[in-house]
């Protein structure tokens, strides 16, 4: 039996078919009965796949209720995920990871959408700042469940991947953690000039995603690089 939550299958499935539709090259957004012929999910889950979709940014509804991709979405995928670390592991370079804030922080309304809890609700909130022979070049941000690690100490955010920490604090007898992320190119934001010291409107590599247990949304997480950088855009041929 397969280890990912059914809900993250359907949000692949939904992803796959807006692809073999045409919807992320310029053809129209198809209906919600062609999604259902296509995916072969009930219209019930269609619909909540395309919600979930809208939350981690890949598509947009509009008021009259009309979906829509945003601007060079690239890819949807939960299979073979691999932390940041680890994408950077082969990288040239001398590489240090600077904690910036471990520690309680108020859940801002995307980070209570994404993991369904009330909005101000207190969340374990790790910023980290990754450089290479002393320039910077990416920063993560994560968001986790309170109760999760508000034991952890703050020195352990500084050499552990939140991946690991968040692994180590669940009963011993849990599953496997799943995680589904999602890469886009974007224009160069305040904070991305302020942490990477790139000029405005340069492109950079966004990672976004979300770590389940259980079935149930227990951590977001935000990854913002200079793709130039740290290498990543031969990872993987985007389409």
């Not at 919600?51 to 979906?67: F, M």
């Not at 969340?123 to 469940?145: C, G, M, N, Q, T």
């Amino acid at each position: 039996m397969s280890v990912v939550p059914l809900l993250l299958q359907n949000d692949q499935l939904l992803y796959d078919a807006l692809i073999h539709l045409g919807a992320f090259s310029g053809g129209r957004f198809p209906t919600q009965e062609e999604l259902h012929w296509q995916t072969g999910l009930s219209a019930a889950a269609v619909s909540q796949a395309l919600d979930r979709l809208c939350q981690s940014r890949i598509l947009k509804k509009g008021p009259d209720g009309a979906y829509s991709v945003l601007p060079r979405p690239l890819y949807l995928h939960y299979r073979e995920f691999r932390s940041f670390g680890q994408m950077l592991e082969s990288a040239a370079g001398s590489l240090r990871v600077d904690l910036l804030f471990a520690g309680p922080a108020e859940a801002d309304a995307y980070t209570a959408e994404t993991l369904s809890i009330p909005p101000a609700e207190t969340v374990i909130h790790i910023l980290r700042l990754y450089s290479k022979d002393d320039i910077p070049f990416a920063y993560e941000e994560y968001d986790v469940l309170y109760p999760l690690l508000k034991n952890v100490p703050k020195a352990e955010f500084q050499k552990s991947s939140v991946l690991g920490i968040l692994q180590n604090n669940l009963p011993p007898d849990s599953r496997e953690l799943v995680q589904s992320q999602y890469f886009s190119m974007l224009p160069s934001r305040e904070p991305d000039q302020r942490y990477l010291q790139l000029p405005p409107g340069e492109s950079i590599l966004r990672i976004t995603g979300r770590i389940y247990w259980e079935n149930q949304p227990i951590c977001s997480f935000t990854i913002r690089a200079d793709a130039d950088q740290c290498a990543l855009k031969s990872r993987r041929k985007f389409p």
